[in-house]
Every structure is written in structure tokens, then in C-alpha cells.
């Protein structure tokens, strides 16, 4: 029982270490960030020469739906992988879960395929 409690006095110890080292950085950047309030600093960068126009940039939403249909792709095959190493060990019933799995995520890839997500118009 002295064990568990030296453990978690450590654990302890531990933690209220990193909260005063964080509290430290943090007050630490406030300090800095306060005493260097210079108009430079605030101001847009354009190669060297003053801004053109406002910095007022409009993104294509589309580049974004990219960016996420990548994401849940790149975290099919994460999750592919580790059915792959055990797809021995599973049989026959683990081998219809991959195929279901990859039948709904192909199904869902089509129908973005035709609705158009992946087009940047």
C-alpha cells in the first residue's frame, strides 16, 4: 500500500511541475509580446514593398473539402493496415468486416466523385 501512494505523490509532483512550467512560458510570452508593440510588427509583408490592397483573401471552400476527403482516405488506409497484418488470424469473418469497410468508403468516394467535390471549380 506505501507503494501506490509514492507512485501517485510522483505523478503528482510531476504534473504540478508542468502546470508552473506552463504558466511560466505563458506569463513569460505575455511580458514580451506586450513590450514590443510596434507598428512593423502589425503590418502586412509583402515581399519587401507596402500592401497593394487590404488583406482581405477569399479562399475556395473547395480547397478545404479536398483537404478533408484526403484525411478520411489517409484514415481508411490507417485503418486498413492492421487487418491486412491480422487478416490471417480473423478468417473468413474478418475478411467480409475489410470488405464491407471498404465497400461503404468506395460507395462514399463515388457518390463525391459525381456530386463533384473533387472538381475545383
Known amino acids: 500500500m506505501g507503494n501506490f501512494y509514492i ?5 503528482t509532483v510531476f504534473f504540478s511541475f508542468c502546470l508552473i512550467l506552463s504558466v511560466l512560458v505563458v506569463l513569460t510570452f505575455f511580458l514580451f509580446l506586450r513590450s514590443r ?7 502586412i ?6 500592401p497593394f490592397i487590404e488583406n482581405v ?5 473547395h480547397y478545404f473539402i479536398i483537404c ?6 489517409d484514415i481508411e488506409i490507417v485503418l486498413l493496415v492492421p487487418w491486412a ?13 475489410i470488405f464491407a469497410f471498404s ?18 471549380k
Not at 37 to 43: H, K
Not at 45 to 50: A, I, K, L, S, T
Not at 68 to 73: A, K, N, S, V, W
Open 57 to 61: 483573401n477569399y479562399f475556395n471552400l
Open 68 to 73: 478533408l476527403l484526403f484525411l478520411i482516405f
Open 37 to 43: 508593440n510596434i507598428y512593423e510588427s502589425r503590418n
Open 45 to 50: 509583408y509583402e515581399c519587401g514593398f507596402d
Open 103 to 120: 465497400m461503404i468508403l468506395t460507395l462514399g468516394f463515388i457518390y463525391e466523385w459525381f456530386k463533384g467535390a473533387l472538381t475545383i
Open 7 to 11: 507512485e501517485y505523490s510522483l505523478l
Open 85 to 97: 497484418i491480422n487478416s490471417y488470424s480473423l478468417g473468413f469473418f474478418g475478411l467480409l468486416l
